[in-house]
C-alpha cells in the first residue's frame, strides 16, 4: 500500500544519476513521489538551488498532502537517512 499522507517532490536533471536514485529509492519504499526534471531549463533549476541554499541536485521535499505543509529534506542522501531514521 503507498502511503498517501506525504508525497515526496523532486527537483533535478533526468541525467542526474542521484535523481534517478531518489526516485527509485522512494518507489522501493511505496512513497508517492513527483519529479521535475529540469533538464532542459538550467536556470530554473540554478533559482531553485539558490533558494533552498543547495549546491546539487535532486532538491528533495516532503509535502503533507492534508495540510499543505512542505519541508526540505535536502538531498540523495538526506533523503535515505530521513526514511531510514524513521522506521
Not at 526534471?37 to 549546491?55: G, H, Q
Amino acid at each position: 500500500m503507498v502511503s498517501h499522507l506525504n508525497r515526496y517532490i523532486i527537483y533535478g536533471r533526468s541525467t542526474c544519476p542521484y535523481c534517478k536514485k531518489a526516485v527509485d529509492f522512494l518507489d522501493s519504499k511505496r512513497k508517492e513521489n513527483i519529479f521535475f526534471d529540469f533538464s532542459d531549463d538550467p536556470e530554473a533549476i540554478s533559482d531553485a538551488k539558490r533558494f533552498y541554499k543547495l549546491e546539487t541536485v535532486p532538491i528533495i521535499l516532503e509535502n503533507n498532502n492534508v495540510s499543505g505543509h512542505t519541508r526540505l529534506i535536502g538531498g540523495y542522501s538526506d533523503l535515505v537517512e530521513y526514511l531510514n531514521d524513521r522506521v
